[in-house]
């Protein structure tokens, strides 16, 4: 190989991987990915993703072909996802997983590093206010206080306004559509 | 704006407190959402805030971590080649009525490599519980702590699952998990296969594999109280029990 090589080096794969280990290989990120856009949280989606694949770990069928495995490992995410809700809130668990359907926007393959236009094409949906408060809360990272300093508003009104943005999101963008499939719910892989 | 009522005064607020946990990077406390419709806005708003630019990449060292603990696991024995890929839909009471059923029906003769599932009937009678109750920790998860094949009947043995330390007690009739955790002052207790009772190492108590307390600590009048039971489901062969 010369000098300056053009491609970067492929991670060395050892040639004992397990049939577990390499479906995580390929797939373990991209159900972190998932994961952390339902729960926006790290912790959740790491402690998820490790529950998904420890369970792989011992149910497995590695005598089906990959696809085949992938497919498990889908059904398991979603009921892993669903039991997490229903923390939240006590339903059966096929409701938590009826109630939720991510946006339209955001559904696409998580297959690229970056979707840079996700949050501020949903926000430019919304009214003026209710996207103000979502871009400093949300983006921005603002606390109640700073929003309120920056909005003219109080604490309390902030909250309330907060309140209102998210369900006016929740109904443009996150609202179950009738008629739809399941299968843009999957983990994308 | 004008002042919020109050039940949608509460949900301002959980709301509030659920965003700035979010927002603050930290493992949002629980609650329970009054509604469907509040448990949306709380979706609405994990996916906002997962659904900023690039903020779903992983932490390579949580990744390599996992794929670590994944290699050490070792590879269960695949008698049957068939798993189904759906995810068992049972609550965990009827789970735990068929824990029963599974047991007895083992204790039958009847042939083992079956998923709880299978039973048609749920076993009759109540559910078990014990006179210390359940710990039963809200925010648990289900934990697999040994395979069936491990726990024949009459024999105990120890696990440890998150922060439980317990034992699995098979009866013959049925599969019980008992808290391993002396009631008197905590130390753990270990099970005597001669006495057929757990022993505390500090202070001489035993406990019934039941969990009854069968004698007290040296010099300590009172009774006390009876080891707490750990609520297990069995699934294809593999034991789980309830802990946080």
Redesign the interface.
Same mark, same amino acid.
């Given at each position: 190989m010369p000098d300056g090589q053009p491609f970067p080096r492929p991670a060395p794969q050892p040639a004992d991987a397990?049939p577990?280990?390499r479906l995580?290989?390929a797939v373990?990120?991209k159900l972190?990915?998932f994961f952390?856009?339902?729960?926006?949280? *790290? $912790?959740? %989606?790491?402690d998820l993703?490790?529950?998904v694949?420890?369970?792989a770990?011992?149910?497995?069928?590695? &005598? +089906?072909d990959e696809s085949?495995q992938r497919?498990?490992l889908r059904?398991?995410a979603r009921?892993a996802l669903a039991?997490y809700?229903r923390?939240?809130?006590?339903?059966p *668990? $096929?409701? %938590?997983e009826e109630?939720?359907r991510?946006?339209r926007s955001?559904r696409d393959g998580?297959t690229e590093? &970056? +979707?840079?236009?996700?949050?501020p094409d949903?926000l430019a949906r919304l009214p003026k206010n209710y996207r103000q408060v979502?871009e400093l809360?949300?983006?921005q990272?603002c606390?109640?206080r700073e929003t309120a300093a920056a909005l003219g508003l109080s604490p309390g009104?902030v909250?309330?306004?907060?309140?209102r943005a998210?369900?006016r999101?929740?109904e443009l963008g996150?609202?179950p559509e009738p008629g739809e499939g399941r299968e843009s719910d999957e983990p994308g892989f | 704006m004008s002042p919020a009522s109050s039940p949608l005064r509460g949900a301002i607020e959980r709301l509030s407190g659920y965003v700035d946990d979010l927002l603050a990077e930290r493992r949002p406390r629980r609650f329970l959402a009054r509604s469907a419709d509040e448990l949306r806005l709380l979706q609405a708003a994990a996916h906002l805030r997962g659904a900023r630019p690039s903020a779903d990449r992983p932490d390579p060292d949580f990744l390599a971590d996992l794929r670590q603990r994944l290699a050490a696991v070792p590879l269960p024995e695949r008698a049957s080649a068939h798993i189904s890929p759906t995810v068992e839909r049972v609550s965990r009471r009827r789970l735990l009525t068929r824990v029963t059923a599974l047991i007895a029906g083992l204790a039958a003769g009847v042939a083992a490599g079956f998923g709880v599932g299978r039973f048609s009937s749920p076993a009759p009678g109540p559910s078990q519980t014990s006179p210390a109750g359940v710990v039963p920790p809200a925010n648990g998860r289900w934990y697999r702590v040994a395979a069936l094949d491990d726990v024949p009947a009459g024999k105990v043995v120890r696990f440890s699952a998150g922060t439980l330390v317990g034992h699995l007690v098979n009866t013959g009739e049925r599969l019980d998990a008992v808290s391993a955790v002396c009631t008197h002052l905590g130390c753990i207790l270990r099970w005597s296969k001669r006495e057929r009772e757990f022993q505390c190492p500090c202070h001489g108590a035993a406990f019934e594999p039941g969990g009854a307390m069968k004698y007290g600590p040296r010099s300590y009048r009172q009774p006390l109280p009876p080891l707490p039971a750990i609520e297990t489901y069995v699934e294809k062969g593999q034991i789980y029990v309830w802990t946080t």
């Open positions: 397990s577990l280990e995580y290989d373990g990120e972190y990915r952390y856009r339902q729960v926006g949280s *790290r $912790e959740e %989606a790491e993703t490790s529950e694949f420890l369970k770990a011992s149910l497995l069928d590695t &005598s +089906r085949a497919a498990w059904e398991v009921t039991d809700w923390r939240f809130y006590r339903a *668990r $096929e409701f %938590a109630t939720f991510p946006p955001l998580p590093a &970056s +979707r840079a236009d996700q949050l949903l979502l809360r949300f983006l990272g606390s109640v009104n909250k309330v306004l907060q309140y998210i369900h999101a929740a996150f609202a | -």
